[in-house]
């Protein structure tokens, strides 16, 4: 049986070729790397560039590598128009800075991905209001949204440095890629039973001994860049479950989190993407 149209679509080369024929569409071409996913992107940046370009579609390469391959093949410009190339931040900063690219049309995003962003305060309280049904203020002191956010950071920080440990010294194992609720609670979005400290004698120091040593060196890396604000360290998507779970034992009632997403990624202060933003305008 012939492949359909929609299993050659996202293939690597196919992908390539995509990218190649749809020159002339967009007024700048972003590629990014999360397939299936280009409809966020593309609200996004109309979001953040409203119609200073004409943006008719988005490039997903599928995966970090698969972005970097773009950028060699087709560097900053295809035909005259700019290419920018926008990839999650993930570890690289700490772990792997030596193989990031260094081009002003290559943009590691500051946070680990982009779901981090949709972590708001604003939009969150916005979402929240219409369950809750109370004025702001009492909204407001309900949510609790930066004590959440201060808890869930605290807490996981660790995790996400042992995370960290293992991308650098054993990529071969999972890490990231673990279900988040291996570790936080279903009913509150916090720890479950302390559940960090289990990983930590289970498996990081069976991993390797001299884990400790080890990770402290990637803690001191991070915090010469970001500080001791470890929101960046860890994955959106996490932080998105812990929310979500947070908020679901708030209301004492379900809620679609797709729905609880996209209210997010259509409200989130954009303005915390000035820096793409100024990369793209002052290119």
């Known amino acids: 049986m012939n492949a359909g149209l929609d299993d050659l679509e996202y293939s690597a080369d196919a992908q390539a070729a995509r990218f190649i024929l749809y020159q002339g569409l967009n007024e700048i071409n972003l590629i990014v790397e999360d397939i299936d996913r280009e409809y966020i992107y593309e609200t996004i940046f109309k979001r953040m560039l409203g119609e200073q370009y004409n943006i008719s579609t988005i490039f997903a390469a599928g995966g970090k590598p698969a972005v970097k391959d773009r950028y060699y093949e087709f560097g900053k410009k295809t035909n005259g128009i700019q290419n920018f190339y926008i990839v999650d931040g993930d570890f690289d900063r700490y772990i792997h800075q030596s193989d990031m690219i260094t081009d002003s049309c290559f943009i590691y995003l500051k946070t680990y991905n982009i779901e981090n962003y949709f972590i708001d305060e604003k939009a969150c309280i916005q979402f929240a209001k219409g369950h809750l049904k109370c004025l702001d203020d009492v909204v407001i002191e309900k949510v609790s949204f930066n004590s959440w956010k201060e808890r869930i950071v605290s807490e996981s920080s660790k995790l996400f440095l042992c995370y960290c440990f293992i991308q650098k010294f054993y990529p071969q194992k999972e ?4 279900a ?8 509150t979005g916090f ?5 960090y400290q289990k990983y930590w004698n289970e498996e990081i120091l069976v991993l390797d001994s001299d884990a400790k040593n080890k990770i402290n060196e990637i803690d001191e890396t991070y915090k010469s860049i970001h500080g001791s604000n470890y929101f960046n360290l860890i994955c959106g998507k996490f932080l998105l479950d812990s929310l979500c779970a947070y908020l679901r034992n708030l209301f004492k009632a379900s809620y679609n989190k797709e729905d609880f997403k996209w209210h997010l990624i259509n409200h989130f202060d954009i303005t915390k993407l000035d820096y793409v933003k100024n990369v793209i305008l002052q290119s």
Do not use: G, Q
Not at 175 to 178: K, L
């Open 191 to 195: 720890e479950k039973n302390n559940a």
């Open 180 to 187: 988040p609720f291996l570790f936080l609670d279903e009913k």
């Open 175 to 178: 890490n990231v890629s673990r």
